[in-house]
């Protein structure tokens, strides 16, 4: 395998490594980018043993320093602060892979946490080989590590994905806000369902969760009468699983909807509103 060949194996392999770690498919772009000029940059001398592991230590790297700026502006942002959704439809991956669901618990690990976590779980990486990437010992990896899978499987969706039961209950649940169908929408609930709405200040979200399936049937189908007459409902894959967009008539995305559920009822809503997080949608569907 020639070395354009192997860099060309690796850039998918990095951009799935940095999205995972930072939630985000416009910055996981960015990191990879920045990775790969850092490599052409090196001076023949200083030849790269390995091209996996110098571009996956400078991914890793450049991710945590991501996370860490962006602590900065959630600060200030506002309402919830959710992860971008990822088009899967042109690259079949596993759902749990980059389960939506799981992109929200990762946001509540610390950033080296979720560094680790990433480089052990997804990746499969020797705490011997991520202890140089975050510039910790083995010793203390070994704690992050188990700390933040402590805290993943605590909090994390533990259900098998049936994808056509997924996609009835996702067409249920439009047909039903659609309709106001306060009854039907209340039985498609889990009576814990959380909503959670990802709007930045720019677009109309909820600002806490909410919860109940009372409340969150309620929400949602208030919401849906805010939306225009001719809005377009249209199915996508996102995070590997059936989701919906909402748009105006002249393609203008208005938020993107992702379900959790458990096989029978939905347990989680993730609805992301913030035109900044959906304009790798909006490209994606333009291109």
Not at 30 to 42: E, G, K, S
Not at 237 to 265: C, F, Q, S, Y
Request: net charge neutral; aromatic share 6%; charged share 30%.
């Amino acid at each position: 395998m020639t070395s354009d060949q192997a860099l060309a194996e690796l850039r998918p392999k990095m951009f799935a490594l940095a999205y995972r770690i930072t939630g985000s498919p416009s910055d996981a772009e960015d990191i990879v980018q920045d990775a790969f000029l850092r490599l052409h940059r090196t001076e023949p001398d200083e030849a790269v043993r390995s091209l996996k592991a110098y571009l996956t230590t400078i991914t890793a790297r450049l991710s945590l320093n991501r996370l860490r700026d962006r602590r900065a502006r959630r600060e200030t942002y506002w309402g919830e602060w959710l992860p971008e959704p990822l088009m899967t439809e042109d690259e079949p991956v596993r759902a749990e892979d980059v389960s939506f669901a799981l992109l929200v618990v990762l946001e509540r690990l610390s950033p080296l946490e979720r560094v680790v976590f990433v480089l052990r779980n997804a990746f499969d990486f020797s705490f011997e080989d991520i202890a140089p990437m975050v510039d910790r010992d083995v010793v203390t990896c070994r704690k992050i590590f188990s700390r933040a899978r402590t805290r993943v499987l605590e909090e994390r969706p533990r259900f098998s994905v049936d994808r056509e039961r997924h996609r009835a209950l996702m067409r249920s649940f439009v047909e039903a806000a659609r309709g106001a169908d306060m009854a039907q929408l209340v039985t498609l609930l889990d009576d814990q369902v959380e909503l959670h709405g990802d709007g930045g200040g720019k677009a109309p979200a909820t600002k806490k969760p909410v919860f109940g399936s009372m409340a969150v049937a309620q929400f949602v189908i208030a919401l849906t009468r805010t939306l225009p007459q001719d809005a377009v409902f249209e199915e996508i894959e996102l995070n590997g699983l059936p989701a919906l967009t909402v748009a105006k008539a002249d393609g203008h995305l208005i938020v993107a909807v992702m379900l959790e559920i458990d096989g029978e009822r939905i347990r989680s809503v993730f609805a992301v509103a913030n035109p900044d997080k959906l304009k790798v949608i909006t490209r994606g569907r333009s291109g």
